[in-house]
């Protein structure tokens, strides 16, 4: 069993900082689950072009607001506490920031091993490793 305190990652290397994102690496590839697990906060206004063509997210929205736009088809959907979206198919997207800041948990799969930051077309690498 793994008990994780999202408090004692804070200021640790586990707690990663970019452009416009905060993520608190709670589970990562070292864990063994088969996915990592990630508290990350988007701060109120911020606007991030992603695509995780690597990897398959899932993310559940516990506070704040924004919105996310499907680059494929130009929608725009609204986050707020209680939305999920699941990027399924590698969708390239752009989430931006709110009113205020969100507070986003977030699943990859295949995990990240813990200090990715997102590359030049907003994705994450594959560790060497594998």
Request: charged share 25%; net charge negative; glycine share 10%.
């Amino acid at each position: 069993m793994k008990i994780v305190d999202v408090n004692k990652i804070i200021g640790t290397d586990q707690d990663v900082h970019g452009p416009g994102w905060n993520s608190r690496r709670m589970l990562l590839k070292k864990d063994g689950m088969g996915f990592s697990m990630h508290e990350t906060i988007i701060p109120a206004g911020a606007e991030l072009n992603l695509w995780y063509k690597n990897h398959l997210e899932a993310v559940y929205c516990v506070a704040g607001n924004g919105s996310i736009e499907d680059k494929a088809t130009g929608e725009v959907h609204e986050i707020y506490d209680g939305i999920l979206y699941a990027l399924d198919n590698n969708d390239r997207h752009t989430l931006r920031g709110g009113t205020e800041d969100m507070r986003l948990i977030c699943t990859f799969n295949p995990p990240v091993s813990g200090r990715e930051t997102h590359d030049e077309d907003g994705s994450y690498n594959i560790p060497d490793d594998e």
